[in-house]
DNA sequence: TTAATAGTGTCTCTTAGACAGTATTGC
DNA sequence: GCAATACTGTCTAAGAGACACTATTAA
């Protein structure tokens, strides 16, 4: 077809005259929630490891916000995609290049970086602990994981005049490292009004985290938590081979909550396939190993 | 605090000369796919009505794509959110102001639009019957609320050899206004490997849509779908008053599935409050009137 | 009276929660 | 034997699916 508009021209010579106007522009930056599972230290040599979820974040050497620690990402280049773009800062802070990888949410809140106009395009990775390794940081920044925990604060219900309500959920959020300890609570708004409807993050309290990343990350755990019941997201945190109980371990240590054994080895009896290895010289019973079972999911 | 960089400028120093460098940065639109429910044609005085699930639609006046439809949405203007262009824009178009919005996906393959560097941020609204008028376009662009269909057309799952599979799921997608028969294939690619994962959106076929608008428009039926089943989301697309068969109807045409009517009336139970009112003048039984219940859901 | 929808009762099957009981190892 | 974890069996409660039955209106 060679339809031609206004001006008479067929959209080839239309493209071919184009110039991109000169209206400003953001930068569209992607960052990243990088989680992997680590071990605690064992208590006695019976005892099991406790499971932690930790996060990659970074030192910002530079201003703004020099010194606080910031997620790993940077900013899309022309002729990348966002996804692109987030491998890329995946690779370049851990050297790891085929994981799970998923996009969250873009922020725009106008002053979000003191800069300039930038724009969060955010996305969450997970690394099994077989490939993960704490040489993260290789270039000049000094990097670490962080434990972390999140948990409600409190909250709250108003009820509007015109109907509806505004629920208002504090959560914090604790980041700790060896010598670092930050926290940040996060509130999570949700409004209810008789037509429309939404949800919003604000930040509450900040002492530590860069830009607005207390709330990339909040919006990253409650996604890992979200997904966690109902796929198999969890299982690409898992080394190769896996007892059913470090499974459990990994489900509670991201819902912040206990889980009963029986219900949980039914819960997941599809996602996994038994192998004929078992743990050794555990001070007690050895138990399975089971692998990953890539049919599991639907 | 006071820091230092390594140039010896405090933060207010490095913000005052920060330039902005000259990188090449992307246009960012606000896509938005605008749903709202109508009635069909009844058969007879006695017969109610069918529901439909309509979405708005804008044809375009100028290259490229000149003459194919495009999903309304416009540039993210400087000093605006994301979320403020996509009220924006909403407002533009259907003149309403107050309803439900949510943040979709950002798209942004290299190529999306011909003319230049544009990532898509999408946003899905919905528009509850009252609100509804077929006003839209009051500006020159014609535009029209478009029926839409989304089935599962083909299945195929590929083993690889390291293990894990690639699933690809074909849908079609069907949009039909009076005289406008659109319609595309959708192919949604989920790749499970031992490490990583991950999910994709192919355009297979698309007759008379503009840009990826396919794409994003299947991205916003998925998401309805999924969130109908455990939010009180359908029940924006209700108008003040309603019967429990017409939110039937609703979720029926959502879904693209019957329901068992005493499993649906249990499950709505707690979204919904009853009235005294009831629907007089139908050629049988009169059903009794609900509002929604704005605290039902959790 | 009739053609339609409105609304309820109840049986089954599946799943999640709770808990108790047995099994097996290293020291 | 002991201190742990490994693993299974089973009761119960809650929910989803299926279906049948009764109720009520306008024409």
Same mark, same amino acid.
């Given at each position: 077809?060679?339809?031609?508009?206004?001006?008479?021209?067929?959209?080839?010579?239309?493209?071919?005259?184009?110039?991109?106007?000169?209206?400003?522009?953001?930068?569209?930056?992607?960052?990243?929630? !990088?989680?992997?599972? $680590?071990?605690?230290?064992?208590?006695?040599?019976?005892?099991?490891?406790?499971?932690?979820?930790?996060?990659?974040?970074?030192?910002?050497?530079?201003?703004?916000?020099?010194?606080?620690?910031?997620?790993?990402?940077?900013?899309?280049?022309?002729?990348? $995609?966002?996804?692109?773009? /987030?491998?890329?800062?995946?690779?370049?802070?851990?050297?790891?290049?085929?994981?799970?990888?998923?996009?969250? &949410?873009?922020?725009?809140? !106008?002053?979000?970086?003191?800069?300039?106009?930038?724009?969060?395009?955010?996305?969450?990775?997970?690394?099994?602990?077989?490939?993960?390794?704490?040489?993260?940081?290789?270039?000049?920044?000094?990097? /670490?994981?962080?434990?972390?925990?999140?948990?409600?604060?409190?909250?709250?219900?108003?009820?509007?005049?015109?109907?509806?309500?505004?629920?208002?959920?504090?959560?914090?959020?604790?980041?700790?490292?060896?010598?670092?300890?930050?926290?940040?609570?996060?509130?999570?708004?949700? $409004?209810?009004?008789?037509?429309?409807?939404? %949800? /919003?993050?604000?930040?509450?309290?900040?002492?530590?985290?860069?830009?607005?990343?207390?709330?990339?990350?909040?919006?990253?755990?409650?996604?890992?938590?979200?997904?966690?019941?109902?796929?198999? !997201? /969890?299982?690409?945190?898992?080394?190769?081979?896996? %007892?059913?109980?470090?499974?459990?371990?990994? &489900?509670?240590?991201?819902?912040?909550?206990?889980?009963?054994?029986?219900?949980?080895?039914?819960?997941?009896?599809?996602?996994?396939?038994?192998?004929?290895?078992?743990?050794?010289?555990?001070?007690?019973?050895?138990?399975?190993?089971?692998?990953?079972?890539?049919?599991?999911?639907?």
């Amino acid at each position: 077809m060679d339809l031609k508009d206004r001006d008479g021209l067929t959209e080839r010579e239309f493209l071919e005259q184009y110039r991109a106007g000169d209206f400003e522009r953001p930068s569209v930056a992607a960052d990243m929630v !990088i989680f992997t599972v $680590t071990d605690a230290q064992a208590d006695s040599y019976r005892k099991l490891p406790e499971k932690e979820l930790r996060m990659l974040l970074i030192r910002r050497g530079g201003h703004p916000f020099l010194g606080k620690w910031a997620l790993p990402g940077g900013f899309v280049r022309p002729n990348e $995609t966002t996804e692109q773009a /987030a491998a890329r800062e995946l690779r370049e802070e851990t050297g790891l290049d085929d994981v799970y990888l998923e996009q969250l &949410y873009t922020f725009s809140d !106008i002053g979000r970086d003191p800069r300039t106009w930038v724009m969060s395009c955010s996305y969450m990775a997970l690394i099994n602990s077989d490939q993960f390794q704490l040489k993260a940081g290789d270039d000049a920044a000094e990097a /670490a994981w962080f434990k972390v925990t999140y948990r409600l604060l409190r909250e709250r219900k108003e009820l509007l005049e015109e109907g509806g309500y505004v629920k208002t959920l504090e959560y914090e959020l604790k980041l700790s490292a060896e010598e670092e300890e930050l926290t940040a609570v996060v509130a999570r708004t949700v $409004t209810a009004r008789p037509t429309s409807a939404g %949800t /919003a993050y604000a930040i509450v309290a900040n002492d530590g985290l860069a830009f607005d990343h207390a709330k990339i990350i909040a919006c990253a755990i409650e996604r890992l938590r979200g997904k966690v019941n109902y796929t198999d !997201i /969890a299982l690409h945190l898992m080394p190769q081979l896996f %007892t059913l109980t470090e499974l459990q371990q990994v &489900y509670e240590v991201i819902l912040d909550r206990e889980l009963l054994k029986a219900a949980f080895r039914r819960k997941v009896a599809d996602l996994v396939t038994e192998t004929d290895h078992y743990t050794e010289n555990a001070g007690h019973r050895p138990s399975r190993l089971y692998r990953r079972n890539l049919e599991g999911y639907r």
